[in-house]
């Protein structure tokens, strides 16, 4: 049976998801990675020197730790999606939906609160490592690409919202079913459901011999007499 229109629309919605959903996913390691290399500069820096980092009315080095629990989360999102997208299980689909959408919450909330209060470096705890400082430095320095980099990510986003709502609407996989169940041997098609072979023997009258071969019986019988 050749394959619907709606199953072939289905296909290639399936794999635009998991295409555009590893773009995110490769943001996630790339976050990881640096999470990474400034813990681990961090403590080669810290190594068996009693600062102010590591003192114990020392304030947390949260920058480092939430930069890789982002990236932890983004790899999450993106193998939810991928099952979401290989299963087209109602629910699947919902809880990578809602994981999508408390990200554009996050993210246009820490937007508007840098846009709209002058002030906003007084939200963020202190960040004794200095990353933090390094890092808002490196976005008013390279404000433009920073910014194409920020809104390709939030298409990205964007796009895989709108592909898992299209792959919802489009429903699961229609099962294929045959028009006859008699028109396909038992060989060619084993997973017909309730299908049982067809008995060896077939069930009738019981046969009696003919009236002629018991009358040329009894003719040889006075013959041989």
């Not at 699947?92 to 999508?100: K, N």
């Not at 709209?116 to 200095?130: A, I, R």
């Not at 898992?164 to 459901?193: N, W």
Request: proline share 7%; with cysteine.
């Amino acid at each position: 049976m050749e394959p619907s229109v709606s199953g072939m629309a289905r296909s290639c919605i399936q794999s635009l998801l998991k295409l555009v959903n590893s773009l995110i996913g490769m943001v996630g390691i790339a976050m990881i990675l640096y999470g990474i290399w400034m813990i681990r500069d961090w403590q080669r820096h810290t190594h068996g020197d009693p600062s102010p980092f590591i003192g114990p009315d020392s304030p947390p080095p949260w920058f480092m730790y939430t930069f890789l629990a982002l990236g932890v989360t983004l790899c999450f999102i993106t193998c939810s999606g991928h099952i979401a997208a290989e299963t087209v299980n109602g629910c699947c689909l919902y809880s990578y939906m809602l994981f999508i959408f408390l990200l554009f919450v996050l993210e246009a909330a820490v937007t508007a609160d840098v846009f709209l209060n002058h002030d906003w470096e007084e939200d963020f705890p202190v960040d004794p490592t200095g990353y933090f400082m390094d890092f808002k430095k490196f976005i008013k320095k390279n404000f433009d690409m920073c910014k194409l980099i920020g809104l390709s990510v939030v298409s990205v986003q964007g796009l895989t919202l709108l592909l898992a709502m299209i792959l919802k609407a489009l429903g699961p996989h229609v099962e294929r079913h045959y028009d006859s169940d008699d028109d396909y041997s038992p060989d060619r098609v084993p997973l017909l459901r309730n299908y049982a072979p067809p008995p060896s023997y077939s069930v009738g009258d019981p046969k009696y011999k003919s009236r002629n071969d018991s009358w040329n019986l009894r003719i040889n019988d006075k013959i041989n007499r």
